[in-house]
């Protein structure tokens, strides 16, 4: 039995070889980095709504342990009886990043302020324990 091997022609090219594991992890670690990016993004610096709250500055610090932020709360009057007495209030805890707006806070409690504010969807350790942000402040009679 007589076995032929076929003859390579030697014009035609070998087939390149073709990297395709190599692109489809590039592709995957890319979309991925996108993907964290996006959220990361969406969910500590989104703004969801921002607006202004009246009321008690009753408390304002800087406290943390590794991250010294700014916090603080306001008294917010909802119901107030005959003799102008508040009779039911909610708190409203704010955070701040801004060393000015801090100062001015600090120097007002005690007072009737409004504040703006911007609610981001999540609390990030590095800005404080709210998602509320107070930007500005006025002082009120």
Known sequence: MKVRFMESNSTTPLPRKRRTGTRILLITLLV???????????R???T?????????LQKFSRRGAMFKTYEGEIILSSVKGNT????ASEKFFFSV?????AQQLNNLQ?????VHYQEKNSAAFWRGDSPYIVDSVKVEP
Do not use: A, K, P, Q
């Open 97 to 101: 990043t801004d060393e000015g707006v």
């Open 48 to 56: 969801y709504s921002d607006g202004n709250r009246f009321g008690l």
């Open 84 to 87: 102008n007495v508040t009779i």
């Open 110 to 114: 005690g007072h009737n302020i409004t």
């Open 32 to 42: 991925l980095f996108f993907g964290i990016f996006v959220f990361v993004w969406w």
């Open 44 to 46: 500590y610096y989104y």
